[in-house]
């Protein structure tokens, strides 16, 4: 689990939310992000992900929430430039020569806090970045990395129905040209699995 070790910053003295621009109203997006080899692979499942990017509108940004982000409490991150993050390991040289370039949106992420307000989420300014869970997809979406991206984390402490409620929130970004985008798959780990007993009897 990762912690932060920003403080939770107040925005309440601006309008965040007004500099985003009014759109109509953003898809909503759930991906199964798999092995991060999908990032390099030419699948049929990657490529059905790949054609997603001309079927829907355009984003101004993009609000991704990765399940590889834990953290003890709801943070965001608002650096400029997040890094590319490779939080793997085993896996060929040329996954880890994979860069996604993309901006960050400080205004995305502070917007995003209020609207999370009481919930009082956090601003990572410096530490975190864009894990595999976010850029293995979207990078077969929208592979010129052109369109910001904030990530989103989860909180390892709540229930289902607060992220729920969390989520509900968030509503309003999708009609500011944000596309929401939540990337995971079935809960697994790698670390507990015998690997050398993969063919052994229950």
């Not at 939770?8 to 199964?32: K, R």
Request: a negative charge.
């Amino acid at each position: 689990m990762n912690t932060q070790s920003n403080q939770i910053q107040s925005t309440s003295s601006m309008d965040w939310l007004s500099l985003l621009p009014e759109t109509e109203l953003m898809p909503a997006l759930f991906l199964a992000h798999g092995s991060p080899m999908l990032a390099i692979m030419d699948t049929e499942f990657g490529r059905n992900i790949q054609a997603l990017g001309p079927r829907i509108p355009k984003p101004n940004a993009i609000l991704c929430v990765s399940a590889h982000w834990e953290t003890r409490g709801t943070w965001l991150t608002a650096m400029a430039k997040p890094r590319t993050i490779h939080d793997f390991g085993g896996f060929p040289q040329e996954l880890y020569d994979v860069q996604y370039p993309a901006l960050g949106s400080p205004v995305l992420a502070k917007a995003s806090q209020q609207l999370l307000t009481p919930e009082a989420a956090g601003l990572d300014e410096q530490e975190w970045g864009l894990d595999h869970g976010a850029w293995s997809v979207l990078r077969k979406i929208y592979p010129q990395a052109d369109i910001p991206v904030v990530q989103l984390s989860i909180d390892h402490f709540k229930t289902s129905q607060e992220h729920y409620a969390l989520a509900k929130q968030l509503h309003a970004l999708r009609r500011k040209g944000v596309l929401i985008v939540g990337s995971g798959n079935i809960v697994h780990n790698l670390r507990r699995i015998a690997w050398d007993h993969e063919t052994a009897e229950e």
